[in-house]
């Protein structure tokens, strides 16, 4: 007589209408109780002994899973423990694309009853919405989130890594202004807390994570015109919201137009007047609590000043003054590979130069083209 299989080691029988073995085991119960089997046929009886290990196996790791824990869980681990070290803008940047576009949509899923096809479902509604970067993402996001989860026992698999990542909306082509609307903005910029900060943008190319946590320490408003060959005013471009700047090429010293030298000197003189708010940071672009800018203050600011220089503020933003500054120094006749050095890159598809990696000396190109572009009150004078 057969020994009969222990309680939980599933059943292994031979089906006489299939001329197979099976092995069934028992994975749990529907809400009406009734039972849910999963089975495996093979030729032989070996075979099939093996596959049914292997399901029991499946089953016991699946018997660990949270069956309580959903995706809002598994994001909200994530945010809490799963990104050590990342600046708390990234943060909050992660926190606002899950609060949009991943809770209100799989948040209550229970993450052990995720599958594929409802995470792609999820990716191609989504990019009926939204950049291909920003599908690109959230998909990152999810995928880290129950790869965690994963690392912690709440859930066996991670369904995320088995899905494609479909093509979304095409982001808004930059614009650059010309000279007309570039002085209409420098124009309508001088009764705007952000004047200085548009004006060292516009005629220095400095990318916009790069001026916001710029220091004072870092910028020389004096030079010393009696040095041979004199040396101009400058600001060290070496630091960005990242810590450092985005590559290595990227850290470079700029020459200062004069219309940068005076509204640079009018930002000082603001900051320091009496009663003006505390600059622990000694920064040269802080906000009214003396903190560090990010990018919702600067572009609430100059979307202020746009409609002031009667253009749609909805079509501009402030990366658009890096893309000014190449443009009117092309048109002005300024080789590409020195715009290239001066806005940090490491080349340019037109030009196709590598970038020198050099510091110093101090790059004048761009201050001199963009003074005669801009001549400061003093010099028209």
Excluded at 117 to 125: G, I, M, N, R, S
């Amino acid at each position: 007589m057969a020994k009969r299989r222990s309680h939980g080691d599933g059943t292994l029988y031979w089906d006489e209408d299939r001329q197979r073995w099976v092995g069934a085991v028992t994975t749990g119960y529907t809400p009406a109780g009734k039972r849910i089997r999963r089975k495996v046929t093979r030729k032989t009886k070996t075979e099939a002994r093996e596959k049914l290990r292997e399901l029991l196996r499946e089953a016991s790791e699946a018997a660990h899973e949270d069956r309580r824990y959903t995706v809002a869980d598994a994001v909200d681990g994530w945010l809490a423990y799963g990104i050590p070290g990342a600046k708390e803008v990234t943060i909050d940047n992660y926190r606002t694309l899950i609060k949009r576009h991943i809770r209100p949509h799989l948040g209550a899923r229970k993450l052990r009853d995720l599958a594929a096809e409802d995470v792609d479902k999820w990716l191609a509604e989504r990019a009926n919405y939204v950049s291909t970067r920003t599908v690109r993402l959230l998909h990152s996001i999810l995928n880290r989130a129950v790869r965690q989860a994963q690392a912690r026992d709440k859930v066996r698999r991670n369904v995320v890594e088995l899905c494609q990542i479909p093509q979304g909306q095409k982001g808004r082509p930059s614009k650059a202004l010309n000279l007309d609307q570039a002085e209409a903005v420098l124009s309508a910029s001088e009764s705007s807390p952000l004047h200085a900060y548009i004006v060292v943008s516009l005629l220095t190319g400095a990318r916009t994570e790069e001026l916001r946590p710029l220091s004072w320490d870092r910028v020389d408003l004096d030079g010393d015109p009696e040095a041979d060959p004199p040396v101009l005013p400058s600001m060290a471009v070496w630091r960005s919201v990242r810590g450092d700047t985005k590559t290595k090429g990227s850290r470079r010293t700029l020459a200062l137009p004069n219309r940068c030298v005076t509204a640079l000197r009018r930002q000082q003189e603001r900051l320091s007047t009496p009663g003006a708010p505390a600059n622990p940071h000694n920064l040269v672009f802080p906000t009214a609590n003396g903190t560090e800018m990010d990018a919702h203050n600067v572009r609430r600011e100059f979307r202020k000043v746009i409609k002031a220089a009667g253009l749609p503020p909805e079509q501009w933003t402030p990366r658009e003054l890096r893309h000014s500054f190449v443009s009117l120094l092309s048109g002005s006749g300024v080789p590409l590979e020195d715009i290239a050095r001066l806005v940090g890159h490491s080349g340019t598809r037109v030009t196709e130069t590598v970038y020198r990696k050099e510091i110093k000396p101090v790059m004048v190109e761009g201050a001199t083209a963009m003074d005669d572009l801009f001549p400061s009150d003093a010099a028209s004078s």
